[in-house]
């Protein structure tokens, strides 16, 4: 049995034609069912349903053999587990494509409180990306951490900053919010456990390669 580990909304959606490339359907919708496991046409492959954030995890301990995971909270999870921690990454799959940086209120000059030194509050739910950059930038910063609606935080006085996800920069936008900075450009990645590959090579090789010829088609 092969069990793949996906989070919910974009990750799942964009996963599917790589799946169906692969020769496997999901035959559940994770919107309309509470199930956390879904069966597949492939009666040796399931999927399960976990947080986003949970997903290296699960593929670090073998809960899951493979998992989709954005390269944000694969950079995060490295940072609080350890580089080389049992997760093999052999693809970037080009999908949920966006970026993480930094927003301030519209009203807030970046520019000079950066010239001048000042202290920056940064709230975020990406502290270790978030903690190099400006490290890297020579800006000290109090981190905040939160674990959803970063927008909100600059609006009420929690913080001079944020970094967090950007697409399209709508969300930005509806809240008299700009974008400053661009850290880095985000695309999902397919993680597998090491010990799984070797235990279970041909169906994950023969996963790995449906999928990489899926993509190079794009
Ligand atoms: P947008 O309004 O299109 O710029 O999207 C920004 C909102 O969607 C923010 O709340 C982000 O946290 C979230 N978001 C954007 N892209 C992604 C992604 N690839 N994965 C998860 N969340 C995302």
């Known amino acids: 049995m092969l069990t793949l580990a996906l989070s919910k909304g974009r990750i799942f959606e964009e996963t599917l034609p790589l799946l169906r490339a692969a020769g496997i ?31 290296p995890t699960y593929v670090q301990y073998g809960g899951a053999d493979l998992g989709v995971t954005g390269l944000d909270t694969l950079i995060e999870h490295s940072a609080d587990w350890g580089r ?8 970037d799959l080009r999908i949920a494509r966006c970026r993480v ?31 190099e950059f400006f490290a890297a930038k020579g800006v000290h910063v109090d981190m905040i951490k939160l674990y959803g609606s970063m927008e909100l935080a ?19 936008k509806a809240n008299h919010l700009v974008e400053v900075e661009r850290i880095m450009d985000i695309s999902s990645r397919l993680v ?5 590959l ?21």
């Open 192 to 196: 597998v456990n090491q010990a799984a």
């Open 101 to 131: 940086s930094v927003a301030v209120r519209s009203d807030f000059d970046y520019a000079s409180a950066v010239r001048q030194g000042s202290r920056l509050k940064v709230a975020t739910k990406y502290v270790n990306i978030a903690r």
């Open 198 to 218: 070797k235990l279970k090579q041909s169906a994950i090789r023969s996963v790995i390669d449906a999928f990489s010829s899926a993509i190079a088609q794009d």
């Open 25 to 55: 359907e999901v035959t559940e919708d994770p919107e309309k069912s509470r199930k956390l496991i879904l069966a597949t046409t492939r009666p040796d492959v399931r999927v399960v349903i976990v947080r986003a954030s949970d997903v």
């Open 84 to 91: 080389g921690s049992g997760l093999y990454q052999p693809l």
């Open 154 to 172: 600059p609006l009420t006085g929690l913080a001079d900053a944020i970094v967090d996800l950007v697409s399209t920069g709508n969300t930005l």
